[in-house]
């Protein structure tokens, strides 16, 4: 759906050029939810603003269904952005005007509907995001999360095929943050739009995404399926984002006893449900002493990442190896 092409953003401060983008290249496949993670000063709002053109790149194409839309007029430029949602960190909601009042105005902007049919679809919208009782409320009066669920109705009004997030859960606690993810993945599923959100949290990332890019310094140093990603990050900033999330902050020198093996061992899929470590003890008679381990999900499914031990000999070793790797585990030797 989005072809990022050698995109460079420079700004101008005083008398110098700070390079926010440096030669971004991105695909973003149709009807998925494509997150792009970094940290603060990474380059991620100036990045998500060039798909709707908020931002205008110093060079590069911005490829919506084929079509560069660097190039476009104005008025083109009006007509594209109407198919593109956008949901704010802060919300940006009109303070003086009622939910509903809010959740109409881009219908009001865009034109061509009957007052009755803007209800209509104000209602419908309402009840998408769970707030058909709080229509002539206003934004003062609603919680953080409310707010967020306006942000994203007013977002999506005009049916978009697109939807933009800029740290749509930043400002809200860990529970709000997993039900406005959980509308977001909703949303994705039945009304079939493309979601691009920008965070710095790999929690989200896990939680809902399909693909994931990374940026660092204005460039994408990974990308690739959130699993992988997720469970074999390749980047030294990746693995620090991943490290941070999973507080996997055992020390790999020390614990443990000194002559053992440590291996990481990953498992997706069956894998997860199965009693691997014991079918793996049984056959090979291994001792294995767990030093670190967690089963959790990413997105709908789950994965399983422990930290272990093996002593013996190193014949047996490899008989152990090899048992993992039949049974579907990926194993990474660490020393
Ligand atoms: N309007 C601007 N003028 C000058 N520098 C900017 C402007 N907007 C962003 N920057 C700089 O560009 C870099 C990326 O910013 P931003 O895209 O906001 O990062 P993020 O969203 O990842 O926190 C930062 O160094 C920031 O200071
Ligand atoms: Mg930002």
Redesign the pocket.
């Known amino acids: 759906m989005i072809h990022i092409e050698q995109l460079h953003?420079d700004?101008?401060?005083g008398s110098r050029t700070?390079?926010?983008?440096n030669n971004v290249n991105l695909h973003i496949p149709r009807g998925k939810i494509f997150g792009i993670i970094?940290?603060?000063?990474?380059?991620?709002?100036?990045?998500?603003?060039t798909f709707n053109l908020l931002?205008r790149p110093t060079r590069g194409a911005v490829r919506i269904n084929g079509a560069d839309i660097t190039t476009l007029g104005k008025a083109e430029l009006d007509r594209m952005r109407q198919q593109i949602g956008m949901v704010f960190q802060n919300f940006s909601l009109l303070s003086a005007k009622t939910v509903g009042a809010n959740v109409e105005f881009p219908l009001k902007l865009a034109g061509g509907h009957s007052k009755e049919e803007r209800n209509r679809r104000v209602d419908e919208l309402l009840e998408l995001v769970g707030l058909s009782e709080h229509k002539d409320k206003y934004p003062a009066q609603l919680s953080g999360g409310q707010k967020q669920r306006v942000g994203i109705a007013r977002a999506i009004a005009n049916a978009p095929q697109l939807l933009l997030c800029?740290?749509a859960t930043s400002a809200l606690d860990p529970e709000t943050t997993q039900s406005i993810l959980a509308l977001l993945a909703e949303i994705n599923q039945r009304l079939g739009l493309t979601i691009v959100l920008?965070t710095?949290e790999m929690q989200v990332i896990r939680s809902i995404c399909d693909n994931v890019a990374v940026?660092e310094a204005?460039e994408i140093v990974e990308t690739g399926p959130v699993a992988d990603v997720f469970l074999h990050p390749r980047h030294a900033v990746t693995r620090r984002l991943v490290a941070e999330y999973t507080h996997d902050d055992f020390d790999l020198a020390g614990g443990g006893a000194a002559s053992g093996r440590r291996l990481r061992l990953t498992y997706t899929g069956e894998a997860a449900y199965q009693p691997i470590l014991t079918r793996v003890v049984e056959q090979t008679r291994a001792q294995i002493t767990i030093l670190q381990g967690a089963v959790s999900r990413i997105k709908d499914k789950p994965y399983g990442q422990l930290l272990v031990e093996i002593g013996g000999a190193d014949e047996e070793a490899a008989a152990v190896l090899d048992l993992f790797r039949r049974l579907d585990v990926h194993c990474e030797v660490i020393n």
Request: aromatic letters at 4%; hydrophobic letters at 35%; zero cysteines.
């Open positions: 953003k700004y101008r401060v700070v390079s926010a983008l970094g940290r603060s000063g990474a380059g991620k709002s100036t990045l998500l603003r931002e800029d740290e920008i710095h940026i204005g």
